[in-house]
């Protein structure tokens, strides 16, 4: 499983972007932060099918469950 790899590699953080914003990346968002990752969702990564869907999930459950920052200051902070 994805996760058993993620284990055996030493892996502790997860980086997420993709489609739906507020459906399969808040899920896997949800579930890689249940299993003790920590978790990093990336906002101008991910797309809803509204606006509306859009701001629900990035201002209202994202900060519970990972770290939510545009690319740029994800990459400004692995440099």
């Known amino acids: 499983t994805l996760e058993q790899e993620l284990v ?5 953080t997860v980086v997420l972007g993709g489609l739906l914003t507020n459906c399969c ?3 896997t968002m949800r579930t890689a932060f249940e299993k003790g990752f920590n978790v990093v969702t990336l906002k101008d990564c991910t797309a809803a099918t509204s606006q509306e869907g859009f701001a629900g999930a990035t201002e209202g459950t994202w900060g519970m469950f990972s770290t939510p920052m545009s690319k740029d200051e994800f990459l400004a902070s692995i440099s």
């Open 8 to 12: 055996d590699n030493k892996i502790k």
């Open 25 to 27: 990346v808040e899920s």
